[in-house]
C-alpha cells in the first residue's frame, strides 16, 4: 500500500503564504502524478495544482500566479508553496499521487488525510 503524510496546513491572514508538503511511503514502484485537491465546506473537491514525472503542471486557474507546485522524485515528495492567500483558498487541502507499487500493477491513485488551511480576512 502507498501511504501520504501531509504537513504546513494552519491559520494566516490574508495576502500571507503557507507552504504544504506530502511525503509517500510504503511500497511504491513509480509514482506518475503528485498533487493537490481542496475541499471546501459544502463544496465538492477540485482540483488545485498538480505535476507529472516529466515536470509538466496544471493548476486552477484560480490560483495560478500565487501556488507554485514542486516535487522531488527522489524523495517520493510533493509540495506546494501558496502565496497571496485569500479567504476563499480555505479548504481542507489532499495530497495525491497516481502509483505503481510494483511493476506490472494498476495505476491506482493515493490520497492523503488531508490538511486544513484557513485564511482570515
Known amino acids: 500500500q502507498v501511504q501520504l503524510g501531509e504537513s504546513g496546513g494552519g491559520l494566516v491572514q490574508a495576502g500571507g503564504s503557507l507552504r504544504l508538503s506530502c511525503a509517500a511511503s510504503g511500497r511504491i514502484f513509480d509514482i506518475n502524478l503528485m498533487g493537490w485537491y481542496r475541499q471546501a465546506p459544502g463544496k465538492q473537491r477540485e482540483l488545485v495544482a498538480i505535476?507529472?514525472?516529466?515536470?509538466?503542471?496544471n493548476y486552477a486557474d484560480s490560483v495560478k500566479g500565487r501556488f507554485t507546485i514542486s516535487r522531488d522524485n527522489a524523495k517520493n515528495t510533493v509540495s506546494m508553496q501558496m502565496n497571496s492567500l485569500k479567504p476563499e483558498d480555505t479548504a481542507v487541502y489532499y495530497c495525491c499521487v497516481l502509483a505503481l507499487r510494483y511493476r506490472g500493477d494498476t495505476l491506482k491513485d493515493y490520497w492523503g488525510q488531508g490538511t486544513q488551511v484557513t485564511v482570515s480576512s
Open positions: 505535476m507529472d514525472s516529466g515536470d509538466n503542471t
